[in-house]
């Protein structure tokens, strides 16, 4: 007995000894230059020093997934809007070149407030420890998202969102816009072990999972890959517009690897989650296949429906976010509102629903206020101080005078005569002023008293009509400068800038235009692009897809990005978050996809019935697609079947 | 030691050393060569230079060439970057718009794009040539 108590006690009084080590009080110094030996460039498969093409293995895809990066081409990266794109966030620890990890520090407290994480082939990427918010849904994102991180013991948590689309790994495998990535960062010692963690719920059936691993290498250093393209499309031919991709089923390269790999059986080649289990032995020695298997799975923790909703609320309020010079984007309930103000006044494109007239005017005056010069402290005393026009006291004018009103709205631009960008048109012209007319001294009863409405042409014709017919909408909210052609511009800079309206003939419907506003390098694009839907086509208003792609690329004819694909020429969408050149080119290539999938479709003779059952849309329908509502994903096949056979 | 070195090692030697050098340039690319490029397949050009890109992250000359149907088309030959081609001795005045060449490339994968990967290039008028010698192909 006295030998287990003696034992018992000594065995209790080692325990410290044997126990893990304590976290530490304060996290690690993860910042420096870290360099990782094991790239994923090399292809440890071959294939010409590339990953190969068709290797998803341990890729949790879902059909979506497979048909999308079975379909992508690499030679995407030569059209002009890809060139200089830098890696995708979940490639990045894998790339070619090391890491490079600087700290920011709050100068009052010194603790690290954002860390800085660079790559060769990267943007500078923040990851803020401030504990601030992520941005709203309707924030543009980015090729390397917005990453805020915190600590838990020794491992650096990093969440990032906003993410653009792009791949998992090069050569393939695609993400869409909506995915997520968390990351876990551990050092122990001189070793870096990243996990991420991509949760993509368009093309993934669970989180797809991977480590990495850097040693801290004081003397490595992280190059910069320069990139000087030019806007000239690398892949040939004298089509500027050319979008590289596979026809579903005619991607024969898929396979090649497997000629020389013929250890791998084919199906785990695919991805799934069925194949990431042990369980999945079973399905390689037994006649049985993966979807017979039952495996647990995680499923993606992205609601889809929320993300794309979000992006666009229809909440009943009006959010405002900055964009660029004199522009401001408004959410309104479900559509985007453009506004530009300056000391000119108030210009918005597109005026939402009727519902929201008011909410809208309140704020735009809300706004007009932050373009007046505020009230400053007098610095000058007498009759000879500049600007005094017949003196009248400075000082009691700054201190005496309340602030002036918020500048008046002057024109209304209606890209579209679709509900939501014409019906609050009579309400809001009213709260505005256009001052025209009169001339000579002589005023006109009513003419100038209402801000200016500019449409397209068609615009006019489909909410008007004849006298003693009864027309769409009253007379106050027609367009009241109406264009036939390719453009129309503002006869006057407006807020220092030249404003142009360009026509998209036949694409939504035959209406349709989008707005440049030329210094503030914004575009806003109406119904040609959206974020949270296909596109809305009314063939029986004259609309085609192929006018949309043509519209599309007349934005990114226009647009230029800043730097490395990204930023420079803001697009405003008609529906859904702010984008830039990248996000309108996807959204392009998207609708080319699919154009050239249900053209070829309609040459091998498939009638819709068919062409809709053989789903062309299938790897873009959970981000864009619908089965309930105004626009279906059916209703959208049919546009662009009829759009095609039409063009016959 | 360079003057141990017989003529034919040291020209093995700079064959070896810029087959290197190429081999590792093909890892630098920023997409992927091989899911880009057919490497199991190679196309001849033969045309005239309508452009030459000397540039990062790629150079690119760009050709007017017949297609397999005997079609004019503009083909965009993918190159070295400037970095590579720069120690292989190929500087931006190397080539010059309305030369006649004959190059040699990976044909895209893409059915119906007019893009290639630089394997050869020669220029029959001066005898000028990249990639001509065994192991300087890149990919």
Known sequence: MKTLVLFTAAMLLSTPTFAQPARPATPPDISGEWRLENDEEAGALGASGQPPLGDYLGIPFNDAGRMRADTSAESIWGTPEYQCRPHSAPHQWRGLGGARILKEQDPLTREVSVYHIQFMRSLDRPVFMDGRPHPPAWAPHSWTGFSTGEWSGNTLKITTTHLKDGYLKRGGPQTSDLYTMTEYLTRHDDILTIVSVVDDPIYQDEPFVQSTTYVYDPTATVNMETCNASAFAENGGSDRHWVPHFLPGQNTALTEWLKKEDWIPQEPTRGGVKTLYPEYRSALAAPATASTLRVPSSKSTVAIDKAIADQSPRDGEVHALPVQGNIQMLVVDGTNVTVSLGNDGVLIVNTGSAAMTDKVIAAVKELGKTVIAPATANKCAGANCPGAWGWASPYFSAVTSSPAPPRPLRYIINTSAATDHVAGNEKIAASGFFPRGGGFGGATAGVGSRASIIAHENVLNRVSAPAGKIPAMPTPAWPTDTFFDEFHKLPEYFNGEAVIVYGAPAANTDGDSFVYFRHSEVIAAGNLFSTVSYPVIDLEKGGNIQGVIDGLNHILDLAVAEYRGQGGTWIVPSRGRLSDTADVASYRNMLTMIRDRIRDSIKKGMTLAQVKAARPTMDFDGRYGSTTGPWTTDMFVEAVYKSLQEKK | ?139
């Open chain 2, 1 to 139: 030691m360079g003057r141990l070195l017989t003529a034919g090692l040291k020209t093995r030697l700079y064959i070896v050393g810029v087959a290197v050098m190429f081999a590792g340039s093909a890892a630098y690319a920023h997409h992927s060569y091989g899911a880009t490029y057919d490497t199991s397949r190679e196309v001849k050009l033969e045309g005239k230079i309508l452009q030459f890109s000397y540039r990062n992250p790629h150079s690119f000359v760009t050709l007017q060439a017949p297609d397999q149907e005997g079609v004019q088309q503009r083909w965009a030959v993918e190159w070295s970057g400037t970095a590579q081609l720069a120690t292989a001795g190929v500087n931006r005045e190397s080539l010059k718009v309305g030369d006649q060449v004959v190059i040699v490339g990976r044909p895209s994968r893409v059915p119906g794009e007019f893009r290639a990967l630089m394997v050869t290039l020669k220029r029959p008028l001066d005898g000028f040539s990249w990639g001509s010698r065994a192991g300087e192909a890149v990919d």
